[in-house]
């Protein structure tokens, strides 16, 4: 069994820089950021696996955000640079147990525990 607590969120300006943190107890195979807006679907952030290998990151956040983990301390970040107000969403931590491949990456399915989210919102 694995619990999720995020933290970091907050009210930020256009521009501005956050670092979210997720502390898991208990280990899994990968850990993702999902988001979900207002009136918006929930949808993938990024990925990234405990043992290694390349992080994957959706398309409207490639080259501002970026999923980096402290094994040590068993937390994975999301530092979120040049925020935008589209940005602005409930962020949830996510751990995926399985190490199959069958199912991508960027789907909420692969996940097996989820956090309760901090919020994100960011002004124009």
């Known amino acids: 069994q694995v619990q999720l607590v995020e933290s970091g969120g907050g009210l930020v300006q256009a521009g501005d820089s956050l670092r979210l943190a997720c502390a898991a107890s208990?280990?899994?195979?990968?850990m993702g950021w999902f988001r979900q807006a207002p009136g918006k679907e929930r949808e993938f952030v990024a990925t990234?696996?405990?043992?290694?290998?390349?992080?994957y990151y959706a398309d409207s956040v490639k080259g501002r955000f970026t999923i980096s983990r402290d094994n040590a301390k068993n937390t994975v970040y999301l530092q979120m640079n040049s925020l935008k107000p589209e940005d602005t969403a409930v962020y949830y931590c996510?751990?995926?147990?399985?190490?199959?491949?069958?199912?991508?990456?960027?789907?909420?399915?692969?996940?097996?525990?989820w956090g309760q989210g901090t919020q994100v919102t960011v002004s124009s």
């Open positions: 996510a751990a995926g147990v399985s190490a199959a491949l069958s199912i991508p990456y960027y789907s909420a399915s692969r996940y097996d525990y």
């Open positions: 990234i696996i405990w043992s290694g290998g390349s992080p």
């Open positions: 208990g280990r899994s195979f990968a």
